[in-house]
């Protein structure tokens, strides 16, 4: 598996004021868009996921978007540092544009980026760790961005995480990508994985793919004759 320079990014906001949420939200994008205060790098046209909460509600939702602008650390206008999210076309994203709209109550008033001070009392905001994000996006059905931050991961670790290993194992079998399935369940094999796992996650695989050559392969090597039959 090829490594990967930087895995997705899930940043969670927190919203506590109706005024700021006025301000953050970008209403003349054309799926809308937020504000989100940051110090991470970014380019534009990145890819970022965020998971908001909006007003102190327990609800959160996950809305996918990309950078459209990026306002710089020390900017000469006195903005704060952070990055401009356009929302995609997804359900996720519209469902949060209509909540947005409904707290603002038709009001589109917009500051291009916030006071420090003003800001740091009612946003919060952090970057999710990697693996964090896996479950968030497995929650949410992206089952591609959760296996590719967990193919940056496992890379990181030189393979050795087997509990990473497991879930990209369950993640490829999710998207029937068997060719990948069968090279992880080599790679937990090779990892010191218990014996007994291998064996169920290849009938789990047989079971979805009888005749797969590397998966046959493999299971002369690691099941008794005839268990196939």
Same mark, same amino acid.
């Given at each position: 598996?090829? $490594?990967?320079?930087?895995?997705?990014?899930?940043?969670? %906001?927190?919203?506590?004021?109706k005024?700021?949420?006025?301000?953050?939200? /970008?209403?003349?994008l054309?799926?809308? +868009? &937020?504000?989100?205060?940051?110090?991470?790098?970014?380019?534009?046209?990145d890819? !970022?996921? &965020?998971?908001?909460?909006?007003?102190?509600?327990?609800?959160?939702?996950? $809305?996918?978007?990309e950078?459209?602008?990026? &306002?710089?650390?020390?900017?000469?206008?006195?903005?704060?540092?952070g990055?401009?999210?356009?929302?995609?076309e997804s359900?996720?994203?519209?469902?949060?544009?209509?909540?947005?709209?409904?707290?603002?109550? +038709?009001?589109?008033? =917009?500051?291009?980026? /916030?006071?420090?001070g003003?800001?740091?009392?009612?946003?919060?905001?952090?970057? &999710?760790?990697?693996?964090?994000g896996?479950?968030?996006?497995?929650?949410?059905?992206?089952?591609?961005h959760? $296996?590719?931050?967990?193919?940056?991961?496992?890379?990181?670790?030189?393979?050795?995480?087997?509990?990473?290993?497991?879930?990209?194992?369950?993640?490829?079998?999710?998207?029937?990508?068997?060719?990948? =399935?069968?090279k !992880?369940?080599?790679? %937990?094999?090779?990892? +010191?994985?218990?014996?007994?796992?291998?064996?169920?996650?290849?009938?789990?695989?047989?079971?979805?793919?009888?005749?797969?050559?590397?998966?046959?392969?493999?299971?002369?090597?690691?099941?008794?004759?005839?268990? %196939?039959?």
């Amino acid at each position: 598996m090829k $490594a990967i320079d930087n895995p997705n990014r899930i940043l969670a %906001l927190s919203v506590k004021d109706k005024l700021v949420l006025g301000a953050a939200y /970008l209403p003349f994008l054309k799926n809308g +868009g &937020i504000f989100v205060p940051t110090e991470h790098a970014f380019e534009l046209e990145d890819e !970022v996921f &965020i998971l908001l909460s909006l007003l102190n509600a327990p609800e959160k939702i996950l $809305a996918r978007g990309e950078v459209s602008w990026i &306002i710089p650390r020390d900017c000469q206008e006195g903005r704060l540092q952070g990055i401009g999210v356009h929302f995609d076309e997804s359900e996720n994203s519209k469902m949060l544009r209509k909540k947005i709209e409904a707290h603002l109550g +038709g009001n589109d008033t =917009y500051a291009p980026g /916030l006071n420090e001070g003003t800001a740091s009392r009612v946003m919060e905001v952090s970057e &999710i760790d990697p693996l964090d994000g896996v479950a968030i996006y497995i929650e949410y059905g992206h089952y591609e961005h959760a $296996a590719q931050t967990l193919r940056w991961h496992v890379e990181r670790m030189a393979g050795r995480d087997l509990n990473a290993l497991r879930k990209l194992l369950e993640v490829y079998f999710r998207l029937g990508q068997i060719d990948d =399935y069968a090279k !992880v369940i080599e790679r %937990l094999h090779l990892a +010191g994985e218990h014996p007994d796992f291998v064996k169920l996650a290849l009938f789990t695989g047989l079971r979805q793919a009888h005749d797969h050559a590397q998966l046959r392969v493999l299971a002369k090597s690691h099941l008794a004759p005839g268990s %196939l039959e």
